[in-house]
């Protein structure tokens, strides 16, 4: 999915940010109780569709980024900004908020 939801995508996010596709919100529990839409929990993994150039630096040159595209992340609950482009709900992120990379 993240590929050609890439491929579609036109936007290239600034200095250290990235734009992450979420996963869908689950709509079962372990027990097997299907939940409603309104509680479901806004999920918090997703997969990088697009990343910035990295963070400019005090003395001009670009910090290096340890995201990379492709790579599924997590990060924090309430952090960044949800945007909906031609149907598909993103998040954009700056590299600080993602807490872990999925190996």
């Known amino acids: 999915m993240a590929t050609a939801t890439a491929k579609k995508l036109k936007m290239r996010p600034l200095d250290d940010r990235l734009v992450v596709a979420q996963c869908s919100a689950e709509e079962v529990t372990s027990g097997g109780i299907v939940l409603p839409d309104s509680a479901q929990e806004k999920p918090q993994r997703g997969k990088v569709v697009s990343v910035g150039p990295g963070k400019l630096l005090d003395t001009g040159e670009r910090g290096e980024m340890d995201v990379s595209v492709g ?28 807490l872990a990379i999925f190996c």
Do not use: A, Q
């Open 71 to 98: 790579d599924e992340v997590f990060y924090g609950k309430y952090s960044g900004t949800t945007v909906e482009i031609n149907g598909d709900e993103f998040v954009i992120l700056r590299e600080s908020d993602v």
